[in-house]
């Protein structure tokens, strides 16, 4: 019998181990954004008024007939004299922020980047600019560009 014992624990500790490795939490995330098309046009104007707001000032961006985003601003900061980011948070889209900067280029035009985003879903958008100069917001899988702390 004391030839089974080291069999039976190398055995207990498999079970344990298969057992723990099985939990590890990866449960999918829901889609938030299911419902909308894979990419919406933006008006620079749009994006404009963005900037135009205050920090703690209710917005609501329409960016399509079938797309608005409607939130607080939180933050609208001048970084840099080229550089200013603003980030609204929406409870319409069960607190999701839109982060995004205007930049003024060296040759003075401007440029936008951007991210709607909710660590908890799945799925967001990233504001783009398309070969014929438009901005677009296009639709993308958040766990592919954020990285969860949890898995370090």
Same mark, same amino acid.
């Given at each position: 019998?004391?030839?089974?014992?080291?069999? &039976?624990?190398?055995?207990?500790?498999?079970?344990?181990?298969?057992?723990?490795?099985?939990?590890?939490?990866?449960? &999918?995330?829901?889609?938030?954004?299911?419902?909308?098309?894979?990419?919406?046009?933006?008006?620079?104007?749009?994006?404009?008024?963005?900037? %135009?707001?205050?920090?703690?000032?209710?917005?609501?961006?329409?960016?399509?007939?079938?797309?608005?985003?409607?939130?607080?601003?939180?933050?609208?900061?001048?970084?840099?004299?080229?550089?200013?980011?603003?980030?609204?948070?929406?409870?319409?889209?069960?607190?999701?922020?839109?982060?995004?900067?205007?930049?003024?280029?060296?040759?003075?035009?401007?440029?936008?980047?951007?991210?709607?985003?909710?660590?908890?879903?799945?799925?967001?958008?990233?504001?783009?600019?398309?070969?014929?100069?438009?901005?677009?917001?296009?639709?993308?899988?958040?766990?592919?560009?954020?990285?969860?702390? %949890?898995?370090?």
């Amino acid at each position: 019998m004391k030839h089974f014992a080291p069999y &039976a624990l190398l055995l207990l500790f498999t079970a344990i181990s298969l057992t723990g490795f099985s939990q590890n939490g990866n449960t &999918a995330k829901p889609k938030q954004f299911n419902n909308f098309p894979d990419i919406i046009n933006c008006s620079e104007t749009t994006l404009n008024n963005i900037f %135009n707001s205050a920090a703690g000032q209710q917005i609501d961006l329409s960016f399509s007939d079938n797309f608005s985003f409607s939130g607080n601003v939180t933050s609208n900061v001048v970084k840099y004299s080229n550089l200013q980011t603003a980030v609204v948070r929406s409870p319409y889209f069960n607190n999701s922020i839109f982060s995004v900067s205007k930049i003024i280029n060296a040759d003075r035009t401007v440029s936008y980047l951007g991210r709607i985003i909710n660590k908890n879903y799945f799925d967001g958008y990233e504001l783009k600019k398309n070969t014929d100069g438009n901005y677009q917001l296009i639709k993308m899988e958040t766990d592919r560009v954020i990285q969860d702390c %949890n898995q370090l």
